[in-house]
C-alpha cells in the first residue's frame, strides 16, 4: 500500500466522518478515520498519507494544534473542515499548516472538487532530508535545476528552499506561490493568478475567484514571509503590488 492510495480522515463526528471517508473513496483513495487529533496523527505518522481532511472542533487537542503537529512530520495535503461561520477560524488554520479550508456543511462534490485540485499540483517530494543530503550540500551553486533570487535558492525538482545557506520548510502551497514569483522574476503576480494556480488549473481555464480563494492566497503569503524572515514593509524577495499581486522584490 503506497502514500498514494492512503487519506487520512480526522472527525470526531461520526456521520461526517462517514461522509468525508466516502468521499476520499469514491476519488480513488483508502480512507483511515480517527475519532481525535491524538488517533489522526498517530495515522499520519504511520501512513504518511498523500491527502488528511482535519476537523477543526476535536475533543482534547483541537484541529489547529492537530495540523500544527502533522505540518511537523509530514508533507501530505492537508485540508481543514470548520463548522464554524467566522472565517477567522477557517484563516487561522491555513497559518496552522493547512493547505485549504472547506467550510460545514459542504456539498460532497464541493470537497472532491478541493482534493482534485490539489492532486493536480506537482506531487514531488524528494527533498534533501530524503535524498540522503545536507541542505548545504544539496544547494551547490554550481547545480543545475536552481533558481536564485538575493541568497534566496529554490530547486522545484527537490521542492527545497534556502535562504541564505538555511533550509527552510514550506507547506505545498506555500512552496508552489514561491515558485510561480521566482519564475515570473520582476513580473508582477496576480492573487488570481496565484488562486487558480492553487486549484489545479491553467490561467485562462478560469478566471473566477472567490473571496475565499483571494484570502487564503493572502493568508499563505503572509505565511511564507514570516518563515523567510521576510518584512513585508521592507521587503528583500517579495513585495507586494498594492490591487494587484506579488512580486520579487528589485
Known sequence: MTDSQIAVVIEDEPDARGLVSEVLEHAGFIPLAAGSGADGLRLVEEHDPLVTTLDVSLPGMDGFETARRIRAISSTYLIMLTARSDEVDAL??????????????????????????????????????????????????????????HGLRMHPEMRLVVADGAEVELTRSEFDILHDLMRAGSATVAKEALAIMLRGERHGDSTYVNEHDARAIEVHMANLRRKLGESATRPRWIETVRGTGYRLAL
Open 92 to 149: 487561522q488554520g491555513l497559518r496552522s499548516g493547512a493547505d485549504d479550508y472547506v467550510t460545514k456543511p459542504f456539498r460532497p462534490r464541493e470537497l472532491r472538487a478541493r482534493i482534485e485540485a490539489m492532486l493536480r499540483r506537482p506531487r514531488a517530494m524528494g527533498d534533501a532530508h530524503r535524498a540522503g543530503q545536507s541542505p548545504e550540500a544539496a544547494a551547490d551553486p554550481t547545480a543545475s535545476g536552481w533558481l536564485e533570487h
